[in-house]
């Protein structure tokens, strides 16, 4: 699979996603960057969660088994 050109930040997969964000935001601290998960540093020195289209398939899969649980 070729990498991933876009990042989509945790505002945008969870309006795509029709979820919660502080949800989101909890379920893909724990992905890591080869999950196409990774931290974006603005100017201003804040940071948002970002994900790949990889990362956003690895979202919903967790998703999913969260809430089958």
Do not use: Q, W
């Not at 991933?4 to 992905?31: C, H, K, P, Q």
């Not at 196409?36 to 994900?51: E, Q, R």
């Amino acid at each position: 699979m070729a990498a991933s050109r876009y990042l989509f930040t945790v505002g945008y997969v969870t309006r795509m996603l029709g979820e919660d964000e502080n949800r989101i935001a909890e379920i893909a601290i724990d992905m890591e960057p080869e999950d196409g998960c990774h931290a974006v540093v603005d100017i201003n020195d804040g940071s948002t969660v970002a994900l790949t289209t990889r990362g956003i398939e690895n979202l919903k899969e967790l998703l999913d088994d969260l809430s089958e649980t």
